[in-house]
T-cell receptor
Framework: AQKVTQAQTEISVVEKEDVTLDCVYE???????LFWYKQPPSGELVFLIR??????QNEISGRYSWNFQKSTSSFNFTITASQVVDSAVYFC????????????FGAGTRLFVKA | DGGITQSPKYLFRKEGQNVTLSCEQN?????MYWYRQDPGQGLRLIYY???????QKGDIAEGYSVSREKKESFPLTVTSAQKNPTAFYLC????????????????FGSGTRLTVV
C-alpha cells in the first residue's frame, strides 16, 4: 500500500521565522517520485519540486529547501525567513511504478505566516 | 500561454440534478485527472485518463462519470447518485511517462466549487 502522511495540520509562524513541513511516505516500490505542491487561497495547486527515489541529494531553491531521507521515508520541506506570501496549504505527494499514473496526496499542511 | 481551464468557477446544483464540470488543456498532455478536495482533507482521485477514449476509476468514482473524446478535454459529470457532492473539484494533467510511473509534476486548473442547494 502507498501512503503519504503530513502530521502537521496547521502551522502558524511569524514572518522571518524558519518553518519545516514534515512528510512521511510509505511504498514498497524501489522506483518512486515525491512531490511538493503549494495551494494558495486562489485554489490552484502549484508544482514546487519533484525528487526521484534514486536521488537523495537535498535541494535548495531560494528560500525553499527539501530534505529527502530514504532511511526514514521522509521528504521534509523547509521555508527559510518565511513571508506572508508563503501562507498556503502545502501538499506532499507520491507516485510510483506500481501505482501507475495515480499520484497519492497527503492531507496537506496549512501554513499561516503572520506579519 | 499553455494551461488548464476549468469552468465554471462556482456551480450550484439542485437535489437530483446532474451537472457537468468542464476541463480543457492546451499543454498537449496525454494524461488527465479529476480530484475532489473536501475541507481539511487531501485530494482524492475520482477518475483519470491516460489516452483518448480510455479512462479509469479512481478511489471515489461512485456517482461520477467522465468522457475523453478529445485529448484536450476531460469533462466530469456529477450525477444525482452522488449523495454528497459539495466540494472543490480540481482537474490536472501531465505528460505521460514511460514505465507507468508518473514522474512528471501535475499542472492543475483553478478548480470548480460545487455546492448543493
Amino acid at each position: 500500500a502507498q501512503k503519504v502522511t503530513q502530521a502537521q495540520t496547521e502551522i502558524s509562524v511569524v514572518e522571518k521565522e524558519d518553518v519545516t513541513l514534515d512528510c512521511v511516505y510509505e511504498t514498497r516500490d524501489t522506483t518512486y517520485y515525491l512531490f511538493w505542491y503549494k495551494q494558495p487561497p486562489s485554489g490552484e495547486l502549484v508544482f514546487l519540486i519533484r525528487r526521484n527515489s534514486f536521488d537523495e541529494q537535498n535541494e535548495i531553491s531560494g528560500r525553499y529547501s527539501w530534505n529527502f531521507q530514504k532511511s526514514t521515508s521522509s521528504f521534509n520541506f523547509t521555508i527559510t525567513a518565511s513571508q506572508v506570501v508563503d501562507s498556503a496549504v502545502y501538499f506532499c505527494a507520491l507516485s510510483s511504478v506500481a501505482g501507475g499514473f495515480k499520484t497519492i496526496f497527503g492531507a496537506g499542511t496549512r501554513l499561516f505566516v503572520k506579519a | 500561454d499553455g494551461g488548464i481551464t476549468q469552468s465554471p468557477k462556482y456551480l450550484f446544483r439542485k437535489e437530483g440534478q446532474n451537472v457537468t464540470l468542464s476541463c480543457e488543456q492546451n499543454l498537449n498532455h496525454d494524461a488527465m485527472y479529476w480530484y475532489r478536495q473536501d475541507p481539511g482533507q487531501g485530494l482524492r482521485l475520482i477518475y483519470y485518463s491516460q489516452i483518448v477514449n480510455d479512462f479509469q476509476k479512481g478511489d471515489i468514482a461512485e456517482g461520477y462519470s467522465v468522457s475523453r473524446e478529445k485529448k484536450e478535454s476531460f469533462p466530469l459529470t456529477v450525477t444525482s447518485a452522488q449523495k454528497n457532492p459539495t466540494a472543490f473539484y480540481l482537474c490536472a494533467s501531465t505528460k505521460a511517462s514511460r514505465g507507468g510511473a508518473d514522474g512528471n509534476g501535475y499542472t492543475f486548473g483553478s478548480g470548480t466549487r460545487l455546492t448543493v442547494v
